[in-house]
């Protein structure tokens, strides 16, 4: 049961990366795209993370095993350095003195971030899912 939902959350999670890429293509255009891209590209990396964040956690507990808590941890501080800098985009003139425009890239190095923090998350997933009981 868990590597389905493990294949679902990396589709998920090169989704949102693509939706970042569309999001920083439309973001001076004033189309809707721009708007629907941003959100859908936050949910579905919250969909992911979290995907395979309980994937992981039943997977550990049905073979009995630690897992890789470095992936998890660095995964989780990754996860959370992407939604800080994804919020700060709603507020860069606290950081641009006064400069309300966000800065060519931005937008795609916040979706790095969340494919990165997300990659590692479903690396821990699947190699946990490789581990035996050990004895």
Same mark, same amino acid.
């Given at each position: 049961?868990?590597?389905?939902?493990?294949?679902?959350?990396?589709?998920? !999670?090169?989704? #949102?990366?693509?939706?970042? $890429?569309?999001?920083?293509?439309?973001?001076?255009?004033?189309?809707?795209?721009?708007?629907?891209?941003?959100?859908?590209?936050?949910?579905?990396?919250?969909?992911? $993370?979290?995907?395979?964040?309980?994937?992981?956690?039943?997977?550990?507990?049905?073979? =009995?095993?630690? #897992?890789?808590?470095?992936?998890?941890? $660095?995964?989780?501080?990754?996860?959370?350095?992407?939604? $800080?800098?994804?919020?700060?985009?709603?507020?860069?003139?606290?950081?641009?003195? #006064?400069?309300?425009?966000?800065?060519?890239?931005?937008?795609?190095?916040? !979706?790095?971030?969340?494919?990165?923090?997300?990659?590692?998350?479903?690396?821990? !997933?699947? =190699?946990?899912?490789?581990?035996?009981?050990?004895?």
């Amino acid at each position: 049961m868990g590597k389905p939902i493990i294949i679902l959350s990396l589709i998920f !999670a090169i989704a #949102g990366y693509f939706l970042g $890429v569309i999001a920083e293509a439309t973001r001076d255009s004033g189309l809707a795209i721009y708007i629907a891209s941003c959100g859908l590209k936050i949910l579905f990396f919250l969909i992911a $993370v979290l995907l395979s964040h309980f994937a992981s956690r039943s997977i550990r507990r049905r073979l =009995n095993v630690m #897992g890789i808590p470095g992936l998890r941890y $660095v995964g989780w501080v990754m996860y959370s350095v992407a939604m $800080v800098h994804w919020m700060l985009l709603f507020r860069w003139d606290l950081i641009s003195a #006064g400069n309300i425009r966000i800065p060519d890239g931005q937008i795609n190095i916040d !979706a790095a971030i969340f494919f990165i923090a997300s990659m590692l998350m479903i690396a821990e !997933a699947w =190699n946990t899912s490789k581990e035996r009981i050990k004895v």
